[in-house]
């Protein structure tokens, strides 16, 4: 008769030998990114479009507003931003390698501020090709911009609001 292990004899093993417990499964601003690359790019896109059409009266084609927001939500956060915060000293944009308390938010700030630079420089191609009428100046460019700011300074709170509390001010 085949005798079975005594399944306590394993937790008792892990709790006698804590490395082999890994709790690298990412942070809560990088799981936050994921849904907001899966997910929430759509819904920003609708509402841009959507804003767009009501509160400045510009017809657009809204699948280009938001795969817009695709390509410079990928582009942005997963290659500009840490990018830029790695160049000015911040090495840990996403917070994978820091320990609560040791996230520093200047490298958060440069990363987003420059990350929202070239959503702008991203979006515009297609903003301009989402135009059924063309503008031009102001016009064109009043309705981009405010809209871009305005989600980018909603989503620049909510990651604040992510990281914030387990940062620290550099």
Not at 23 to 48: D, K, Q, Y
Not at 85 to 111: A, C, Q
Request: aromatic share 24%.
């Amino acid at each position: 008769m085949m005798k079975t292990t005594n399944p306590n004899y394993f937790f008792l093993l892990l709790l006698l030998f804590p490395n082999f417990l890994l709790a690298n499964a990412g942070s809560p601003m990088i799981w936050f990114s994921f849904l907001h690359l899966i997910w929430i790019n759509f819904i920003i896109g609708t509402f841009e479009s959507k804003f767009l059409l009501e509160k400045f009266n510009i017809p657009n084609r809204k699948w280009l507003i938001v795969a817009a927001n695709y390509t410079s939500m990928f582009l942005g956060y997963y290659f500009i931003a840490p990018h830029f915060s790695f160049e000015n000293g911040f090495p840990d944009f996403w917070g994978m390698k820091s320990r609560v308390g040791e996230y520093e938010l200047g490298g958060f700030f440069i990363g987003f501020l420059c990350s929202f630079v070239a959503t702008l420089i991203i979006e515009f191609p297609f903003y301009w090709l989402s135009l059924k009428t063309k503008q031009q100046g102001w016009r064109l460019l009043k309705p981009f911009f405010l809209v871009n700011l305005l989600t980018n300074c909603i989503m620049l709170l909510i990651y604040f609001a992510i990281v914030a509390f387990s940062a620290k001010w550099s």
